[in-house]
């Protein structure tokens, strides 16, 4: 189902397999004005992260239960290549990732590891052994900016709040103090969608009087 990444779920023998189709980026218009005319791409990596996460979990429900993912699409192929974004997963999947990643360098290598991996015999067993080993050696980063960004909610609430009342001062007192909070230069895109919100309620304010 598209743009559906939770609150599915095969487990068990339900489903072995499971095919991903592209990075669960933009899903709506919003998301899609961030990311192509703000810049704001380090505002929806942690969207993106829980996404990814989610939607490669669909299968595998307990830890016992197992499943092989194939993924698609340049875009999410890209993401899993780049050692940048998967420091940000968990660390068994990072190890699961890499192991992909290296072993599966042409079709017959997947062909291959798909039936060693159906099988469950001693052959997969050095698998799940060396993914073991990559786990051990993976630690799981904290995506930048997150701090600035939880620190700005409170006010982007109020701003939503003193709108809805029709408060422009209270908005742009809110708008200001969320500006205040971005402070990464990553957020610039960001800054300057707020930049804008609080010039709009300042507007709005002068009109009133």
């Given amino acids: 189902m598209a743009n559906r990444y939770d609150g599915i779920d095969f487990p068990d023998a339900q489903c ?17 004005f961030l990311l192509s005319r703000m810049g704001a791409r380090l505002l929806l990596n942690d969207r993106i992260r829980t996404r990814v996460v989610q939607t490669v979990g669909r299968c595998t429900r307990s830890t016992t239960d197992y499943s092989a993912v194939i993924a698609l699409g340049e875009d999410l192929l890209t993401y899993f290549n780049k050692q940048e974004n998967r420091r940000f ?104 969608l707020w930049s804008y919100l609080a010039g709009s309620a300042a507007a709005t304010l002068k009109r009133e009087g």
């Fill in 16 to 32: 072995r397999l499971l095919v991903v189709s592209g990075l669960p980026a933009a899903t709506n218009l919003q998301e899609r």
């Fill in 89 to 192: 997963l968990h660390p068994e999947l990072q190890a699961e990732i890499s192991f992909g990643l290296e072993q599966s360098r042409t079709a017959h290598d997947m062909l291959e590891n798909l039936k060693l991996f159906y099988h469950r015999g001693e052959e997969w067993q050095q698998a799940e052994n060396e993914i073991r080993r990559l786990r051990s050696g993976a630690t799981q980063s904290t995506l930048p900016s997150l701090a600035n960004l939880a620190a700005a909610v409170p006010h982007e609430i109020d701003y939503q709040y003193a709108l809805w009342d029709g408060n422009a001062a209270g908005a742009l007192e809110a708008a200001r103090k969320v500006l205040t909070e971005l402070k990464d230069p990553d957020l610039r895109g960001y800054r300057a």
